[in-house]
C-alpha cells in the first residue's frame, strides 16, 4: 500500500543553518506529494505541493521537488529562522483518496 | 481556501463520559474528513463523511465509539463516545481545498484531555 517515510527528528538548527528534511514514498502510480507544517498549538497549514514528477513545490522560502526516480520529495530551505520551528509533515494523495502522512519531523531552531 | 471552524478548540472530560466536536465550513463541501492526532504523533484518518449517507470508517475505528453526523454540506459533527485516557487527542476536521486542487484543508483542531 502507499506510505510515507521521513526522518526521525527533533532536528535542531541555528539560525541560518541550511535545512533539509528527507522524505521518500512508496505508492502506485503518481500520487500528489504534500509538505504541511503544524506551528505550536495550531492546526496544519499547507506549505508546499507537487503533482507530477519533476514538480518543484515552494512556499516561504522552502522548497521540494518531486524525484520519481527516487521516489523522494525532500524538503529544503536555505536559511531557517527561529519562526520556522514547528513539526513538518511529509504526505501523499492518490486522486481523491485519503491523506497518508508522514510521522513528522519536529524542527527546532535557536537564535 | 475554505475556512473551517472548529469547537470546541480544547476540552478537559472525565473518563466514561462523550463529547460532541463540530466542524463548519464556510463553503459547501461533498467530503469532510476526521483525523485523530495523538500526542508526539501522526495524523490518522477516522473516518470520511459524505452528506446523505453512513461515515466510511477506516480500520480500527467503529461508529459506536466515533458516531459521525453530517446533516448538510457545510457541517460535521464527530462524538467521541465513553472516553478513556486513551482517547486524549487532537481532532481535525478537513475538506478538500476546491475542485481538482487535491489539498486538504485543515480546521484548528480540538484538543481533549481525558482524565
Known amino acids: 500500500g502507499n506510505s510515507v517515510t521521513q526522518m526521525e527528528g527533533p532536528v535542531t538548527l541555528s539560525e541560518e543553518a541550511f535545512l533539509t528534511i528527507n522524505c521518500t514514498y512508496t505508492a502506485t502510480g503518481y500520487p500528489s506529494l504534500f509538505w504541511y507544517v503544524q506551528y505550536p498549538g495550531e492546526g496544519l497549514q499547507l506549505l508546499l505541493k507537487?503533482?507530477?514528477?519533476?514538480d518543484k513545490g515552494s512556499n516561504k522560502g522552502f522548497e521540494a521537488t518531486y524525484r520519481k526516480e527516487t521516489t523522494s520529495f525532500h524538503l529544503e530551505k536555505g536559511s531557517v529562522q527561529v519562526s520556522d520551528s514547528a513539526v513538518y509533515f511529509c504526505?501523499?494523495?492518490?486522486?481523491?483518496?485519503?491523506?497518508?502522512f508522514g510521522k513528522g519531523t519536529r524542527l527546532h531552531i535557536l537564535p | 481556501s475554505a475556512v473551517i471552524s472548529q469547537k470546541p478548540s480544547r476540552d478537559i472530560c472525565q473518563r466514561g463520559t462523550s463529547l460532541t466536536i463540530q466542524c463548519q465550513v464556510d463553503?459547501?463541501?461533498?467530503?469532510m474528513f476526521w483525523y485523530r492526532q495523538q500526542p508526539g504523533q501522526s495524523l490518522t484518518l477516522i473516518a470520511t463523511?459524505?452528506?446523505?449517507?453512513?461515515?466510511?470508517?477506516e480500520s480500527g475505528f467503529v461508529i459506536d465509539k466515533f458516531p459521525i453526523s453530517r446533516p448538510n454540506l457545510t457541517f460535521s459533527t464527530l462524538t467521541v463516545s465513553n472516553m478513556s485516557p486513551e482517547d486524549s487527542s487532537i481532532y481535525l476536521c478537513?475538506?478538500?481545498?476546491?475542485?481538482?486542487?487535491?489539498?486538504?484543508?485543515f480546521g484548528a483542531g480540538s484538543r481533549l484531555t481525558v482524565l
Open positions: 507537487a503533482t507530477k514528477a519533476d
Open positions: 478537513s475538506v478538500d481545498h476546491g475542485a481538482g486542487a487535491n489539498v486538504l484543508t
Open positions: 504526505a501523499l494523495r492518490w486522486r481523491d483518496d485519503k491523506i497518508i
Open positions: 463523511a459524505n452528506q446523505g449517507s453512513e461515515a466510511t470508517y
Open positions: 463553503s459547501q463541501v461533498t467530503m
